[in-house]
Nanobody, 115 residues
Framework: QVHLVESGGGLVQAGGSMRLSCVASGSIFTINTRGWYRQAPGKRRELVATITRGDSTNYVDSVKGRFTISTDNAKNTVYLQMNSLKPEDTGVYYC?????????WGQGTQVTVSS
């Protein structure tokens, strides 16, 4: 079992920056991919960024060049640095960890970007 706790959401003006953090605990040795998803009101949850155990990253096109995913393995933490935020980045951001057998999700943190 893996437990994920996110932090760092809130309200920011367009053009601003914000960093999300997600601390993992439990059987983290089983995890090979970590990442962030988001869900805007009335829309489906979508992938934002992922990072593998080998530090290979993947981003949705809409955030490339603005968002950066990184990990601190000593702290069992994955970060999402979000710069040049836009109103369309508004949503609930969910931390993800998983392997071939199972997915784990955090409780979500609200990010609101005002225009």
């Amino acid at each position: 079992q893996v437990h994920l706790v996110e932090s760092g959401g809130g309200l920011v003006q367009a053009g601003g920056s914000m960093r999300l953090s997600c601390v993992a605990s439990g059987s983290i040795f089983t995890i090979n991919t970590r990442g962030w998803y988001r869900q805007a009101p009335g829309k489906r949850r979508e992938l934002v960024a992922t990072i593998t155990r080998g530090d290979s990253t993947n981003y949705v096109d809409s955030v490339k060049g603005r968002f950066t995913i990184s990990t601190d393995n000593a702290k069992n933490t994955v970060y999402l640095q979000m710069n040049s935020l836009k109103p369309e980045d508004t949503g609930v951001y969910y931390c993800y960890s998983g392997n071939d057998l199972r997915d784990y999700w955090g409780q979500g943190t609200q990010v609101t970007v005002s225009s």
